[in-house]
């Protein structure tokens, strides 16, 4: 069993000259959808309303098969509005109900069986949900791995001191942490991103990943070395890049738990990660990112979808070799 934890809302998608789009969004609830589409049992814990746009989110969530064991309440549904730019890039405005109070009482029964504990975004540094989650994280982390993305939103959370406490108190916790060059240069302006994951690591975290858009991802464990890996990510014809890093986050998570890496001793086996095995997890993350960033909207790939996209570069691979 997989949890997520953390925000549901739609984002409607704005593009100059185009009719406006909606789709059900919010980084952990895209983490939820692309673990279960990569075939693992998955769970969702968030707060959406019974409204139009909670009823999109619950359709969403399970026609992908997640598993949703706190209903709807009687708030707004989270919004957020997507404008895209040149180039795919995509700015948001939200406007955001976030609480965990229908969980909050009952959260470490929920948690006793997961094997892993994913939470981010907005979910992990707005109150007053973002408590709760940070108990979710202590209450599992002896038993599960734990994976944290920042995500982080300025127009949301505009102090970047308080938004670095958030982040620092979550990657205490937590096993695996990937982050955008540009939420690290935000939350820490005065050093590199580099030397920002390797102080995560120091921290006691197994794998620190860095996305750097187009650049592709840069992933570092101890087995590694301080210099880590860098892999090149598939060039695609780019829709937009809504949930992108959602698409890679996902994807990092299954090909660790493919190789067995994940519940208790977690860190253990990362630490054992070495670069060689890494190439291989950042090569199928990235290969993920790019299927959904040459769609419209976070529509994540399913594992034969990835299955398909990989067959011919390993068919070039057989054929060279």
């Not at 890039?89 to 229908?102: G, H, I, P, R, T």
């Not at 210099?227 to 780019?238: D, I, K, L, N, T």
Request: charged content about 25%.
């Amino acid at each position: 069993m997989l949890t997520v934890i953390g925000e549901a809302l739609v984002d409607i998608v704005k593009k100059e000259g185009a009719i406006p789009r909606t789709h059900p969004g919010g980084s952990p609830l895209n983490v939820a959808v692309g673990l279960s589409r990569l075939d693992h049992r998955t769970r969702f814990i968030g707060r959406y309303g019974r409204d139009e746009h909670g009823n999109v989110i619950d359709e969403h969530l399970r026609n992908s098969g997640v598993e949703l064991p706190v209903e709807p309440d009687d708030a707004p549904t989270s919004v957020a509005e997507s404008n895209l730019g040149e180039a795919g890039s995509v700015s948001y405005d939200f406007q955001l109900e976030w609480n965990l109070e229908a969980a909050r009482d009952h959260i470490e029964d929920l948690l006793a069986e997961t094997d892993l504990l994913h939470v981010g975004s907005i979910g992990a540094m707005l109150e007053p949900g973002a408590s709760t989650v940070l108990d979710a994280v202590r209450l599992a982390a002896p038993h599960a791995l734990i994976s944290y993305d920042p995500n982080c939103r300025p127009t949301i959370i505009p102090d970047s001191a308080q938004a670095r406490s958030w982040a620092e108190s979550v990657v205490a916790n937590a096993d695996v942490v990937k982050a955008s060059d540009e939420d690290l240069l935000w939350l820490y302006p005065n050093r590199t991103v580099e030397a920002t994951a390797r102080a995560w690591l120091e921290a006691g975290v197994g794998l620190v990943v860095v996305t750097r858009g187009e650049w592709g991802p840069w992933g570092i464990t101890r087995a590694t070395g301080p210099e880590g890996v860098r892999v090149v990510p598939p060039h695609v014809e780019v829709a937009d890049t809504v949930g992108a890093g959602d698409s890679l986050m996902a994807a990092l998570l299954s090909a660790l738990i493919d190789r067995g890496i994940s519940g208790k001793g977690t860190r253990a086996k990362l630490d054992e990660l070495g670069a060689d095995d890494l190439r291989t997890v950042l090569n199928s993350a990235a290969r993920a990112a790019a299927i959904t960033v040459s769609r419209e909207g976070a529509d994540l790939p399913t594992r034969k979808d990835l299955e398909e996209y990989e067959k011919p570069e390993k068919e070039n691979e057989n054929a060279g070799s």
